[in-house]
C-alpha cells in the first residue's frame, strides 16, 4: 500500500506525517502561559516516571515505584504518552520515546489482556503516533497487535470476549458490557484504513452492530451481556463506566469513517439516551439510571466518567444541551474541589469518593470551549489545573485520591493521565490553530485520528 508524507506544522514544530496534512498547514502560533504551565506539568510527571519507572507500564508515585499489568511490562505509559508530547511540541522527548518503543516494545508474549483496555490504549496510540510521525514501525506494531487481538472476535455472536492471550490467542471472559464491546471500531477501522486489511474494520463493526440490534424496544441498551448468547443479565441503562464509550464510537465511527449505518444507531441511541436518561432537577440537567425495558428511573448517580457525555453532545451539535451537562459535571468538581468518582445527584451526596486523575470533564470543556468560544470553559480549566496542582501533585509525578474529601491520595498514576486529563487541558488553553476538531477525532484514550485513506 502506497503511502504519503507531507511536512506540516503543529504547535510550532515540524513533523512528517499526514494526520495535520494539509496543502497549506498556516503557522500555529506560539502556546500562551496557561499552555505552558499545562506542559510544564506533563513534563514533571513524565520526568517522574522516566526517573522511577522507566520502561514499566505506570509510576507509582507515592512508592516511587512502578507497576506493570502483567509479568511482562506492554509500556502502556510511553505509548499513551507519546502523541501528547508531539502534540506539545516536545520534539526531542518524542523522539526518543519513539525510538524506545519502536526498538523495545513487542507484543509476542505469553500473557493474557484485556481487549478494551489493550485497543484504546496501545492500539489507539500507536496509529496516532503513526500518523503523527509517519514512522513506519509504530503501524507495524499496530498491525501485529490487531492481528493478536482478533480471536476475541471469534464468539458465536461476534462480540469480543473480554480477554485474549497475546501469543496463544486463547480467549475467555463472556460476560462484557456495550462499552467493552462497542469502543473498538475507531482503533481496528484506522488500523483496516491504514493496512489495507477489511477484516479489522468487519469485525469490530459487526460487534458494535449486534451489539446495537439487541437494544431494547425503547431503545436503550443494559450493562452486562452474554457475549456467547447474546442475553442481557443486567438490564440497567446509563451514560457511565461500562456503557459510555458505546455511545461516544457510534457518533466518532460515522464521523472518521463517513459509516451511514453508525449515523443512523447513533441517532437512534441519542434520542433514547435523552428521552430516558436525562434527568432536569432543581440542581441541573443530570443523566441517570434506568431500566433499559422500561424506561423506569433506577438511581440518581452520576459521576466523573459520566462528564464525557457534554463533549459528545457538543461534537453532535447539541450544545444547548451540552452546556448546561457541563455545569453539572462542573458543580460535582467545585463542591468537593475536585470531583468524586459518584455522586447522588439528588442529595449532592458523594457515593464513591475517589479520584482517579480523571480527564473526562476537562474533555468537555476543551469541546465546548472549540466549538462555542466562550471563555467559561478556559475558566473552568483554570480551576482543574489548580485543584490538580493543590491535591495531586506529590514529590514524583501526580497521584489519585483514594478520598476527595480528606484528599488522602492513592499510589497511582495511570498512563491516560499523561495521554488524556494534561493533553485535554493543554489543548484547552492552547492557541485553537493547534487541532481542528472538526477534521480530527479523538479515540475515548484521546489518541487524534484523522482521515488520511
Known amino acids: 500500500m502506497r503511502r504519503w508524507y507531507c511536512i506540516i506544522v503543529l504547535t510550532g514544530m515540524v513533523l512528517a506525517g499526514p494526520i495535520f496534512a494539509f496543502a497549506q498547514t498556516p503557522q500555529v502560533p506560539s502556546p500562551g502561559p496557561m499552555a505552558l504551565q499545562v506542559r510544564g506539568e506533563f513534563l514533571y510527571a513524565w520526568n517522574a516516571y522516566k526517573q522511577y519507572a522507566w520502561g514499566h507500564d505506570e509510576l507509582k508515585p507515592l512508592s516511587k515505584s512502578s507497576r506493570d499489568w502483567h509479568s511482562v511490562s506492554l509500556m502502556m505509559t510511553p505509548v499513551d504518552a507519546l502523541d501528547t508530547m508531539i502534540m506539545m511540541g516536545l520534539t526531542d522527548e518524542a523522539n526518543k520515546t519513539r525510538e524506545f518503543i ?41 498491525d501485529n497487535l490487531g492481528n493478536r487481538l482478533l480471536p476475541v472476535f471469534n464468539s458465536p455472536t461476534g462480540m469480543p470476549y473480554m480477554y485474549v492471550n497475546l501469543k496463544t490467542g486463547k480467549t475467555r471472559g463472556t460476560e462484557s458490557n456495550p462499552a467493552e464491546i462497542g469502543t473498538l471500531l475507531l482503533e481496528f477501522g484506522t488500523l483496516s484504513k ?3 486489511k477489511p477484516i479489522y474494520y468487519d ?14 424496544a425503547i431503545g436503550l441498551v443494559g450493562s452486562t451481556i452474554n457475549v ?44 433514547a439516551v435523552n428521552k430516558y436518561l436525562a434527568d432536569n432537577t432543581r440542581t441541573g440537567l443530570w443523566y441517570g439510571q434506568a431500566d433499559m425495558n422500561t424506561g423506569k428511573r433506577l438511581s440518581t448517580q452520576y459521576g466523573s466518567l459520566d462528564a464525557f ?3 459528545v453532545l457538543a461534537r453532535s451539535g447539541d450544545l444547548d444541551r451540552a452546556r448546561r451537562l457541563q455545569e453539572s459535571s462542573y458543580k460535582m468538581w467545585t463542591t468537593f474541589g475536585i470531583e468524586p468518582e459518584t455522586l447522588d445527584y439528588s442529595t449532592m451526596k458523594i457515593t464513591s469518593p475517589g479520584y482517579q486523575l480523571r480527564p473526562e470533564i476537562i474533555e468537555s470543556a476543551y469541546y465546548l470551549s472549540f466549538f462555542t468560544k466562550d471563555q467559561r470553559y478556559q475558566e473552568m480549566g483554570s480551576s482543574f489545573i489548580l485543584s490538580l496542582v493543590r491535591y495531586c501533585k506529590t514529590d514524583a509525578g501526580y497521584a489519585a485520591l483514594s478520598n476527595v474529601e480528606t484528599k488522602s491520595k ?7 493521565f499523561l495521554a488524556e486529563t494534561l493533553k485535554y487541558l493543554y489543548l484547552l488553553f492552547a492557541p485553537r490553530e493547534t487541532l481542528d476538531l472538526n477534521k480530527v477525532v479523538f479515540n475515548t484514550e484521546a489518541h487524534p485520528l484523522k482521515r488520511t485513506w
Not at 516494545?105 to 478494551?116: A, T
Not at 459487526?206 to 440490534?213: M, S, V
Open 102 to 142: 519502536a526498538k523495545n516494545l513487542s507484543f509476542d508474549q505469553d500473557i493474557e489482556v484485556k481487549n478494551f483496555e489493550i485497543t484504546i490504549r496501545l492500539l489507539g496510540g500507536l496509529l496516532s503516533s503513526y500518523q503523527l510521525s509517519g514512522d513506519e514501525r509504530l503501524l507495524d506494531l499496530a
Open 194 to 196: 491504514l493496512s489495507g
Open 203 to 216: 469485525k469490530a463493526k459487526r460487534a458494535l452492530t449486534e451489539l446495537y440490534n439487541r437494544r431494547s
Open 228 to 271: 456467547e448468547t447474546g442475553k442481557w443479565i443486567d438490564a440497567t441503562s446509563h451514560i457511565s463506566g461500562g456503557i459510555d464509550s458505546y455511545y461516544e464510537y457510534l457518533l466518532k465511527s460515522w464521523l472518521l469513517f463517513d459509516d451511514k449505518d453508525c449515523k443512523k444507531m447513533w441517532e437512534a441511541s441519542v434520542k
Open 309 to 311: 457525555f457534554p463533549a
Open 410 to 416: 492513592k499510589d497511582s498514576m495511570e498512563s491516560y
